[in-house]
């Protein structure tokens, strides 16, 4: 069992949409990422998280420690958000080593 | 802002060639990384630095090497290149600390090995 694991792996939404991304990770963390990767490869960190909540523009990252499991929520979605977004942990034993989930790709139509 | 610069965007090898992938960022941090990332498989940790001339093997090392002579710059190598190394190659930098701050990537070297 991968150590961080992403659902859905795919996901199509109509513009407007409200969009749930989540994460769930089987290690203690000392910090989960939320990143954003659009075509043509560049990567965005959009969230840094080690508990509650955080909210930038239409997007809101939650974490729950004690239940190892974070979302990424998008409000009022647009085709420009369709982009693979990736969630990161730090596991506590790892220093700076991240884990990677397999990302999830979403595509938001018109 | 930020910036991680990635010294080419395409690059297309032979099998053999020596390849030096360069990253260079403007924020003075001490953590830098070099990954792959191969479609079904995510980013792959090749090496990372925590300072200047120190390394550290990540999960995938065998056939690359890497250099840090300077805080802000730190190269990927490919010895002898092979098609196997065919790959988008991302470089990332963040400060330090009880664990890894806020990722800052580069936009990728995307390689092709002949």
């Known amino acids: 069992k991968n150590e961080v694991e992403q659902s859905p792996q795919n996901l199509t939404a109509q513009e407007g949409e409200f969009i749930t991304i989540n994460c769930s990770y089987s290690?203690?963390?000392?910090?989960l990422h939320w990143l954003q990767q659009h075509p043509g490869g560049g990567i965005v960190s959009l969230f840094m998280?080690?508990?509650g909540k955080k909210k930038h523009g239409r997007l809101i990252a939650t974490i729950n420690i004690q239940e190892k499991h974070s979302s990424l929520h998008i409000t009022a979605s647009h085709p420009r958000d369709s982009a693979v977004y990736i969630c990161?942990?730090?596991?506590?034993?790892?220093?700076?080593?991240?884990?990677f989930g397999e990302g999830t790709q979403l595509t938001v139509n018109p | 802002d930020v910036k991680v610069t990635q010294s080419s965007r395409y690059l297309v090898k032979r099998t053999g060639e020596k390849v030096f992938l360069e990253c260079v960022q403007d924020?003075?941090?001490?953590?830098m990384f070099w990954y792959r990332q191969d479609p079904g498989l995510g980013l792959r940790l090749i090496y990372f630095?925590?300072?200047?001339?120190?390394?550290e093997k990540g999960d995938i090392p065998e056939g690359y090497s890497v250099s840090r002579e300077k805080k802000e710059r730190f190269s990927l190598i490919l010895e002898s290149a092979s098609t196997n190394q065919t790959s988008m190659y991302l470089c990332?930098?963040?400060?330090?600390?009880?664990?890894?701050?806020?990722?800052?990537f580069g936009e990728g070297s995307r390689l092709t090995v002949l």
């Open positions: 990161a942990l730090t596991p506590k034993a790892s220093g700076s080593r991240l884990t």
């Open positions: 290690v203690g963390i000392s910090a």
């Open positions: 998280l080690s508990s």
């Open positions: 924020m003075d941090h001490e953590n």
């Open positions: 630095s925590y300072d200047v001339k120190m390394k």
């Open positions: 990332a930098s963040a400060t330090s600390g009880a664990y890894t701050g806020e990722l800052f």
